[in-house]
């Protein structure tokens, strides 16, 4: 009976090496559906299996009777730090809590800022960028750019026309017309102002597009209706246009337009002829007297420059 023993099968045995091969099988068996895994990845380290975390490289360990529960817990304190440079220079770990409106906000300031088309947020290079940088920053189209800057523009209005009512002084105007390259006309209303600090403040509210042709009673409708969208048509000090008959004839119809008692000594000193526009027509009639001298010496430069080529 003693001989025959050993070739008994063991029960204790058989169970244990039927436990290894289930366990075995379930790990080879493993499913990456949960989203947890686009944040971790399946490695072996020393004959363990565990998770690395793909941003801070953190090893997890991972077993199929826990499941994904240490990745989000690990996920769910990722998400909520971020880390920051302390004086020298070393890296430290600060709370943060991603905000996804906020950051809509960031971008919208970025493309009014740096002049960016609104197509950006669409290119396939900047979504890739964004999702490097944050994972949860859903992207958008543009469209819904267009929307947050303009909802942009609206608090920074409010803002500044909160601004504007505060100051205890008067508002300098300055207008001026811009034509494009493709002959489209614009109009730029800037304001100059010295706040409570007595320090000068300028502002530019309005940059508009006045179709052709550009008559004195439109630009003046044009200039009237922003100052009244501005509110600012009763704090008025002067207005500072080019010197040109256009212009002349806009100043009559706006002190028609205007509340009388609010100019300032009856509107003697609403009228300011611009000081650089001046300057430049008195430049150009200079350069009419003598530019046919001109002409001529650069005629001569012209020739001999030519003729020692030939020598």
Known sequence: MSSAEPNQPNDSNTVNDTANSAVNYNEKQIKFISPMWRHFTYEEVNGTKKVVCKYCRKEITYTTKNGTKGMHSHHNQLTGKRSNTDESGGSILATHQFNYDDSR??????????????????????????QGLQPFFRPICRNTTRSDVMKLYGEEKARMMHFLESIQGRIEITTNMWTANYQKGYMTVTTHFIDDSWQLQSRLLRFIYVPCPHPAKKLTNVLIDSLLDWNIDRKLSTLTIDNCSTNNCMIDLMVEKLHFNSLILGRSLFHMRCVAHILNLIVRIGLDVFGHGIEKVRNSCSFWTTTCGWM
Do not use: N, W
């Open 105 to 130: 906000t960031d971008l919208a300031k970025m493309i009014t800022k740096h002049d960016y088309p609104l197509r950006i947020v669409e290119h396939e290079g900047f979504r890739h960028f964004c």
